[in-house]
């Protein structure tokens, strides 16, 4: 059994109801009318618009990171609200090509629930398929986000498919679901992208480990899986214990420090992700923005006690 250090996924007790709350709408139109609650999701999201997440790309590409934008929303019952997720990666893939980065540096994030997944699963491919084609052209990479496990299985149909055509589309396996040790095995091939990380939505025990050592313990099978892979893995964790490992695993398999990378998200361990830079490591800044920013935001208060004892100490602070 691996010691778990420092381990935040799952230890906070709240998270199984801040986690129901993120899917509240009711709870959602109630605190996006409170003045704290848009200052604090300030320090996790890079803003409402376009301007806004290029001013933080910006900042982050000059301080030698990688970054990786999401632009905010899921669960798109509407067409035309998929269009419009697509117009907005669009445009965004455009205002990438005045910023003088290399190549791998620039990242798009998309979630296919976003790009009308839950409507139809041919309109999401084909969604899917749009960007890709404009970020091939932008020379951007581009990765399908994860969601919850009711969509794993036509997300990864999904990849399978476009990566016939787009052979780096990346995508994000979780830890936590105890199907990705296997799912690992299979997307660890040559050109192959996978963000690894613990996961973020609630689960049920049929599909996904309940306790924090047991996420930690599969996390660190399958981050050995991909380490002995063929592919490019990206370590989606600020779990110390994590990034050690990612590191010793590299040594035990040869891997040069331009094999893989750290991931971590915008607001969060700053002051870390800028000493793996110094220390000559990639890191890539997972960016999101614009106005969907609700589920996002209760989902990092469910994964960090830290975070949710700043949002309340804030609450109280300001009475």
Known sequence: MTTVLNNPLLSNPLRPALLAAARSPRLEATMSKMRI????????????TEPDAVAAVTSLLASGRFVSVDYLGEDTTDAAQAAVTVDAYLSLLQA??????EPRASEVSVKLSALGLGIDTSLAR???????DAAEKAGVWVTIDAEDHTTTDSALAIVRALRQDFPDLGTVLQAYLKRTEADCREFSGTRSRIRLCKGAYKEPASVAFQKAA?????????LRVLMDGQGYPMVASHDPEMIDAADRFAVDTGRSIDSYEYQMLYGIRDAEQQRLVGDGRHVRVYVPY???????FMRRLAERPANLMFFVRSLVSRG
């Open 214 to 222: 047991d996420v930690s313990d599969s996390y660190l099978r399958c």
């Open 37 to 48: 609650t848009r200052q604090l999701v300030d320090r996790f999201v890079a803003g409402e």
């Open 96 to 101: 990438y090509s005045v910023l003088a980065a």
């Open 290 to 296: 614009g106005d969907q920013w609700y589920g996002y």
């Open 126 to 132: 084909e969604n899917a398929r749009t960007i890709c």
